[in-house]
């Protein structure tokens, strides 16, 4: 196995380059999701991971066989950026050595600008107007049917979830592939063991602090358990500009020995590890990459029923659905009356990394003249 000029020697047969463009190499769902599929096909075929700008830290979780370029330098602009892309997909030796996947919308506008030098494939991590609405307001909407009129340009598109599926397949060129998200498992593996459960029961949130995410709605459920006498206590990682309205939340509800906020960390996994549940009451959802570690770790989730969460969670047997906000709280208060004592992986079928990055190189190679 090696490289023979523009492209990749595997069993005898050249292979296609793969980069793998994302907006920057700060740790955030998507980058995450690079770095597992880069992982994933290290060695099976050359991989670089392109960043459109500098900062983040990727080195501790990326397989050294992984080569990692910066497109951004000293008073480089957006038209500078795409030359530099264009440049380095053009070594490859042309579009049938080499694709290029993309993942955002910034990554996504360079991509479709540099078509002509690569097959360009967007991996679509969500559903982009609920989203970009919640994330953006108003001008949000505008942004998502811009990013989604984008992807008739695009030779592949992928999905994470059947309802993703169902709403980019009019905007595509071809029907999308539907690709369960999965996370790099084995960083997670370690922290699978054993677990023997105290009289405190810990529920877990992973998230961005925001409106969309809910993490007020979980706040006011711990209160409640607390009122009902459950010895119930919650862990809080992220940050976002909801942070010091939980804050203020916690303080005015007394709650400060029972909610501990972490704020922004480089892993959540020992914080996961130590914990009874995960819970995320998001009102939309692409497929969650915390509860996809929760999972992994053997924590049973409470999602909200949303989006793909669906095929993520099968009730009673690796987590609960709710659907409105009063039925969160049910939902926890079921969770506590059960004891998980021995850790296995809880990710159910299509979120596995291995068949999952195997699903992208087969699906590529395979309609790689079309």
């Known amino acids: 196995m090696g490289r023979a000029g523009t492209g990749y020697i595997v069993s005898g047969q050249l292979k296609k380059s793969y980069f793998i463009l994302v907006p920057s190499l700060v740790p955030t769902g998507p980058v995450r999701g690079a770095i597992a599929f880069a992982n994933a096909i290290a060695g099976k075929r050359e991989v670089k991971l392109v960043s459109l700008k500098l900062g983040g830290e990727w080195k501790p979780c990326l397989d050294k066989r992984v080569e990692v370029i910066c497109l951004e330098s000293k008073n480089s602009g957006w038209f500078a950026k795409k030359r530099a892309y264009c440049d380095l997909l053009a070594k490859q030796g042309g579009p049938e050595k080499t694709l290029s996947l993309s993942m955002c919308f910034s990554a996504d506008m360079l991509n479709l600008l540099c078509r002509r030098h690569a097959r360009i494939f967007s991996s679509i991590r969500g559903n982009l107007p609920i989203n970009y609405r919640l994330d953006y307001g108003f001008l949000g909407i505008f942004l998502a049917y811009f990013h989604l009129s984008l992807l008739r340009g695009f030779d592949y598109v992928s999905v994470m979830s059947s309802a993703m599926a169902n709403q980019v397949s009019p905007l595509c060129s071809g029907k999308p592939l539907l690709v369960g998200n999965f996370i790099d498992e084995k960083p997670v593996d370690q922290y699978r063991e054993n677990y023997v459960r105290n009289e405190k029961f810990k529920f877990i949130f ?32 992220g940050s976002g500009p909801l942070e010091k309205s939980i804050r203020d939340l916690v303080s005015l509800y007394d709650l400060g020995s029972r909610v501990n906020l972490h704020g922004q960390v480089e892993s959540p996994l020992s914080l996961l590890s130590k914990a009874d549940a995960f819970v995320l009451p998001s009102l939309s959802e692409g497929v969650s990459r915390a509860a996809l570690e929760a999972l992994h770790i053997g924590l049973p989730c409470i999602l909200r029923r949303v989006d793909g969460n669906d095929e993520l969670v099968q009730p009673g047997v690796n987590g609960l659905l709710f659907e409105e906000d009063d039925g969160l709280l049910p939902a926890m208060r ?12 809880l990710l159910p079928d299509g979120f596995r990394q291995k068949e999952e990055s195997d699903k992208i190189l087969s699906y590529v190679e395979k309609n790689g003249n079309s």
């Open 206 to 237: 992973v998230g961005s602090l925001t409106e969309r995410k809910q993490p007020l709605l979980l706040v006011e459920s711990v209160r409640s358990l607390c009122e009902e006498g459950h010895d119930a206590y919650l862990d809080v990682i």
């Open 334 to 345: 079921k969770l506590l009356s059960k004891s998980n004592r021995r850790r296995k992986s």
